[in-house]
């Protein structure tokens, strides 16, 4: 089976603070994508990132694969409070795996407070 | 343009009863994919569909679960006998065609509710 592990699975901070959102696997996917939902709503695609090493980024979130394409994270610079919200890491196309069902980290619930 | 939609919002419904949950995906998609969203277990994937093909069951927990897409557009997921375990929040995605790198557009979801 595989697995994607999040942490922190909550973060609350302050409105101007940098918060980093960790993602780890022990199987290699194709890709691995960061979503972010609010309540209420579907997952809503942040980044894709394919190559081992990738940086991408998004104005102040930055988004890194790993170099074995097994681990991201993801960075935010100066968290403002619309930056609330569950995040959640996705690795499609992995080894194991049939087609491109996305395989879903828990989450981390993330609270700016203004 | 329209978004994934998804129908009813909310469903409340006894243990025992059948439920079927819809799915419109955005025209054009030729991938269509439900997952289930609960407290307990995060985002899991149900079911996928990937135009005439068979589609890839390997997700579903168990044989009350059930899902149709008819003429490669709406797809009916239907879940008969509910137990309260099935309480959670279905979701359904869509992407322009079935990649890895292919953006997965999702839906507001049902959230279904079994007393």
């Known amino acids: 089976t595989q697995l994607l592990e999040q942490s922190p699975q909550f973060l609350s901070i302050q409105e101007g603070e940098n918060l980093t959102v960790y993602c780890n696997s022990s199987s290699v996917f194709s890709s691995l994508q960061w979503y972010r939902q609010e309540p209420g709503e579907g997952p809503v695609l942040l980044v894709t990132?394919?190559?081992?090493?990738e940086v991408k980024k998004l104005k102040r979130l930055t988004f890194q694969f790993g170099d074995a394409r097994k681990d991201s994270s993801l960075h935010i610079t100066a968290a403002q409070p619309g930056d609330t919200g569950l995040y959640l890491c996705a690795g499609a196309g992995g080894i194991k795996a049939a087609g491109n069902k996305l395989t879903f980290g828990g989450g981390t619930r993330v609270l700016v407070k203004p | 343009g329209a978004g994934v939609s998804q129908s009813p919002s909310n469903k409340v419904t006894e243990k025992g009863k059948d439920v079927e949950l819809r799915c419109d995906p955005i025209?054009?998609?030729?991938?269509l994919y439900w997952y289930r969203q609960s407290l307990g277990q995060g985002l899991e994937f149900l079911i996928y569909f990937q135009g005439n093909s068979a589609p890839d069951k390997s997700g579903l927990p168990s044989d009350r679960f059930s899902a149709e897409r008819t003429g490669g557009s709406v797809s009916t997921l239907t879940i008969q006998r509910t137990q309260q375990e099935d309480s959670a929040v279905y979701l359904c995605?869509?992407?322009?065609?079935?990649?890895?790198?292919?953006?997965?557009?999702f839906g507001p979801g049902t959230r279904l509710t079994v007393l």
């Open positions: 990132v394919v190559t081992g090493g």
């Open positions: 995605a869509s992407s322009l065609y079935d990649s890895s790198y292919n953006e997965q557009f």
């Open positions: 025209s054009g998609h030729t991938a």
